[in-house]
Nanobody
Framework: QVLLVESGGELVQTGGSLRLSCTAS????????TGWFRQTPGNEPEFVAH????????YYANSVKGRFTISRDNDKNIVYLAMNSLRPEDTALYYC???????????????????WGQGTQVTVSS
């Protein structure tokens, strides 16, 4: 059974930091690239960050570039999202998702991902 479980979300003040984790099981995690998305009520999932299967390359949305860092540990089947200098507009439900390697241009598109976790809530107070 394919399973992605996010954790680490919580209430934090503006300027604070969090590290989200996405733990995978039930499939060959190292064969998949991983993305983080976030979603607020009434909106579509928004791309946040992506990392290649080997961790050799990453890509970020402009809104988080320089503040967030994505990384992965294939030995532990975990992908991390370190978030610094958090802002109220970062408040959202954060999801991790995995997809087989393909066209780079597609990594920002939610529908190209095969499996999704259930999400972890990040709330940044002003």
């Amino acid at each position: 059974q394919v399973l992605l479980v996010e954790s680490g979300g919580e209430l934090v003040q503006t300027g604070g930091s969090l590290r989200l984790s996405c733990t995978a099981s039930g499939f060959t995690f190292s064969g998949y690239t991983t993305g983080w998305f976030r979603q607020t009520p009434g909106n579509e999932p928004e791309f946040v960050a992506h990392i290649t299967w080997d961790g050799g390359s990453s890509y970020y949305a402009n809104s988080v570039k320089g503040r967030f860092t994505i990384s992965r540990d294939n030995d532990k089947n975990i992908v991390y999202l370190a978030m610094n200098s958090l802002r109220p507009e970062d408040t959202a439900l954060y999801y991790c998702a995995v997809r087989l390697p393909g066209y780079f241009i597609e990594v920002v598109t939610p529908s190209t991902y095969e499996y999704w976790g259930q999400g972890t809530q990040v709330t940044v107070s002003s």
